[in-house]
């Protein structure tokens, strides 16, 4: 069995690197993919023949293209991650990372940024990513502060607490669209960034959220075990020794940071941190352990593969993110759940 | 089968009523055919002319009628004196129909992104409804002609459009034959990675053809659309115009962009800012000016 689910992982991440060079070596400039192998190794000073490839082909890949397939391996693999703690914890199959407010938090933070007619770049990253890391981890922080009564906070208080925030914040945010002009705000701006588009454009913005969503994907893991006490109840799970009010809010804290490194790289995209958890769920069952890690790489493939649809599909224009991970998602999990023998196990 | 026979001959009566009531015209009305092909009936001149449109408002104001406005969209700021007129909402979120009934209008300017919608309700009020909707620069001289018409003021039109027709005849002789270099132009790049340009059939695009320039943005999907930051440095544009300046966008900021430093615009440092974006985006008499602005930033040694 051990055997079984390492192998799993493996064929995963081949499967995720794959994914990634192909993604590389596709564009208005086409690289093949042993021409990025050569460039990757010359750049790691091990292989020296420079010959083989222009120099437009190489800023193209090292400055545009692979900050931007890596940022969608972050977010892919941030918002799989989330959507399994999230489902895991409030053991609600709709739950995904922006059930408790991530979301409108962030539609907030980034449309008040968005005001501001300023355009600038802190160590690659603007206002708006910014504002939208911030804001996804602030109404998330007030959801938990409403919910929390005489130390603990109870499951269904927080879904209540995390609707009605986001309900509010969402209607801020419909205030500030309908005075637009006045204001100088840029509907178009605002338009992408709640259809979702991976808007990692620096390598800074890799090299600062790479560290974070990875140590919160492993912390993720190390609560694997007790997700799956959690499956049994609250109660249950207090049973069998579980700090149960402490472990929520560690659990809640690692799913929301998540998914507030994954809005501010790439706006609200929907469906991945939904659909993927119960694909996983599907595919190898319910058990959290080996379903954390699968979901993550999984999760990133995916992304990796609808950033790149996204990019040449209509080029030289662009596609919503968020309008083909629904596209292609949808069809292929309908697939899944009414091919899969397997009983359903949440 | 009586009863089948009574209410023939009432559709008999009605139709026969309609016909006759369509084809005798009050003897004072004229008519006009507006931008999107409509028909529009007016009896006599109007005196009170209510504009849905800053670039409307500007038409109107530069053919000397300020004095018959008596209501314009709310985003309408020039002339100065536009912005004491009542203003009836505007294009995005809402116009307010009882604010322009109760000023008793008899005309009313739209312009093409006013939702068709305003334009059968306000008509079904009895307010006559002109569209504009100008493609480029010859399009906003021909509106300017036809607005003269509609208002009696042809003398007016006749010399404003002949002043426009005359600076774009010098523009147009001066960049006779050159080539044309590629322009970049964007309208929102705060999100570098895949800048909002300008495409076809947009004003902007008519503009750049106009200044003697090639808009690069022209293979795309719709008028305003996200160019992928690939795609841009593949174009290559020899010109970039900032027309997000007013976002804080600046020649700066677009030098940093990474991969950008290839591309012969930011080599040459041809990247302009437009600091005043109502002189090229909005289609009124001043956009001669936006369109000279142009081609000196696409052709700085054919116009000093």
Request: with cysteine; net charge neutral.
């Amino acid at each position: 069995m051990r055997k079984y689910k390492r192998a799993i992982i493996f064929g995963l991440a081949i499967l995720l690197l794959a994914v990634v060079l192909l993604s590389a070596s596709i564009g208005p400039v086409k690289i093949p993919i042993p021409v990025i192998m050569k460039m990757l190794l010359h750049n790691f000073g091990i292989y020296t023949n420079t010959s083989g490839w222009q120099a437009a082909q190489e800023s193209i890949l090292f400055q545009v293209r692979l900050p931007r397939v890596l940022g969608a391996v972050l977010v892919g693999a941030a918002l799989s991650t989330a959507g399994v703690l999230f489902q895991g914890l409030l053991r609600n199959p709709m739950a995904d990372p922006y059930i408790i407010g991530t979301a409108s938090g962030a539609a907030f933070g980034a449309t008040l940024a968005m005001l501001l007619p300023l355009s600038l770049v802190f160590y690659g990253f603007g206002l708006v990513p910014i504002a939208a890391f911030l804001g996804a981890l602030g109404s998330v922080l007030l959801v938990y502060r409403l919910a929390r009564f005489g130390g603990k906070a109870p499951i269904v208080s927080m879904l209540l607490a995390g609707f009605v925030i986001s309900s509010f914040l969402v209607a801020i945010v419909m205030l500030l669209l309908t005075m637009s002009d006045r204001l100088g705000l840029r509907i178009q701006q605002v338009f992408s960034f709640l259809m979702g588009g991976i808007s990692v454009t620096y390598w800074q913005q890799v090299v600062v959220l790479a560290p974070l969503v990875v140590l919160g994907i492993i912390a993720a893991m190390f609560f694997a075990g007790h997700l799956n006490a959690f499956s049994i109840g609250e109660e249950g799970a207090a049973y069998l020794g579980i700090d149960v009010e402490r472990e929520k809010m560690i659990i809640l804290g690692i799913g929301s940071l998540l998914t507030a490194c994954a809005v501010s790289m790439g706006g609200l995209i929907g469906f991945v941190g939904l659909i993927i958890p119960h694909a996983m769920r599907l595919l190898l069952g319910p058990d959290h352990r080996l379903l954390l890690p699968a979901s993550a790489l999984a999760g990133a493939s995916f992304l990796v593969i609808a950033d790149l649809l996204a990019r040449t599909l209509l080029s030289p224009a662009e596609i919503p993110i968020g309008v083909l991970t629904a596209l292609i998602g949808a069809p292929f999990f309908l697939y899944l759940l009414r091919r899969s023998r397997r009983e359903y196990a949440f | 089968m009586k009863l089948l026979r009574f209410f023939t001959a009432i559709l008999v009566v009605c139709m026969v009523g309609l016909t006759a009531c369509s084809n005798t015209p009050t003897p004072t009305a004229t008519t006009f055919t507006d931008d999107i092909g409509r028909t529009v009936q007016l009896n006599g001149t109007p005196q009170r002319i209510v504009s849905l449109s800053p670039s409307n408002t500007e038409i109107l104001f530069a053919l000397g009628l300020g004095a018959e406005v008596v209501g314009t969209d709310d985003y309408s700021d020039y002339p100065a004196e536009a912005k004491t007129i009542t203003h009836v909402g505007s294009a995005f979120p809402s116009f307010n129909i009882e604010t322009i009934v109760s000023l008793k209008p008899d005309l009313a300017v739209a312009f093409g992104y006013t939702l068709p919608d305003y334009v059968t309700k306000l008509q079904s009020l009895g307010i006559p409804v002109v569209v504009l909707a100008p493609k480029d620069v010859n399009g906003v001289i021909n509106d300017i002609t036809l607005i003269g018409k509609i208002t009696g003021a042809t003398s007016e039109a006749k010399t404003l459009t002949t002043s426009m027709q005359n600076s774009l005849n010098t523009v147009e002789s001066t960049i006779k034959g050159v080539t044309h270099p590629r322009v970049l132009w964007e309208f929102d790049g705060t999100d570098p990675g895949n800048p909002w340009v300008a495409g076809p059939g947009s004003f902007n695009d008519a503009l750049i053809t106009l200044a003697g320039g090639q808009d690069v943005g022209a293979g795309g999907p719709t008028s305003s659309w996200q160019m992928n930051s690939e795609e841009v440095i593949n174009a290559d544009p020899q010109i970039i115009i900032l027309d997000d300046y007013q976002y804080g966008v600046t020649t700066e900021s677009v030098q940093q962009r990474p991969g950008w430093s290839t591309i012969i615009a930011v080599e040459n440092g041809a990247i302009y800012p437009i600091t005043d974006s109502n002189l090229t985006d909005r289609p009124g008499p001043r956009v001669i000016d936006g369109l000279e602005l142009l081609a000196q930033m696409i052709h700085p040694e054919l116009f000093k």
